[in-house]
Nanobody, 126 residues
Framework: QMQLVESGGGLVQAGGSLRLSCAAS????????MGWFRQAPGKEREFVAA????????YYADSVKGRFTISRDNAKNTVYLQMNSLKPEDTAVYYC???????????????????WGQGTQVTVSS
């Protein structure tokens, strides 16, 4: 089993920045894709960003493109989400996820991820 633990969430004013981290532990697979998803109150979980093992493939949701940056440090088994120019509509619980079936590519579909963290709350005030 792989455990994923997110950190770095909090309360920030609109226009501010936060950096989320997701550390993998337990059974860490040789290589795997990672993704970030979020769920706002009353809404379905949505894709935010994904990155392949090498970082050669990266995808962003249109709503965060140009403002968020996903990256990873494989030596530390950690993936990051740098969030800049935050908006109130970015308020949500953010989840990281691992897709152990993919290495060179990554998916935007949450059903393809097999390990999930517990989530970290991000609140952006106007």
């Amino acid at each position: 089993q792989m455990q994923l633990v997110e950190s770095g969430g909090g309360l920030v004013q609109a226009g501010g920045s936060l950096r989320l981290s997701c550390a993998a532990s337990g059974r860490t697979f040789t290589s795997y894709a990672m993704g970030w998803f979020r769920q706002a109150p009353g809404k379905e979980r949505e894709f935010v960003a994904a990155i392949s093992w090498s970082g050669g493939r990266i995808y962003y949701a249109d709503s965060v493109k140009g403002r968020f940056t996903i990256s990873r440090d494989n030596a530390k088994n950690t993936v990051y989400l740098q969030m800049n120019s935050l908006k109130p509509e970015d308020t949500a619980v953010y989840y990281c996820a691992a897709d152990t079936s993919k290495v060179a590519v990554c998916s935007t579909r949450d059903g393809e991820y097999d390990y999930w963290g517990q989530g970290t709350q991000v609140t952006v005030s106007s």
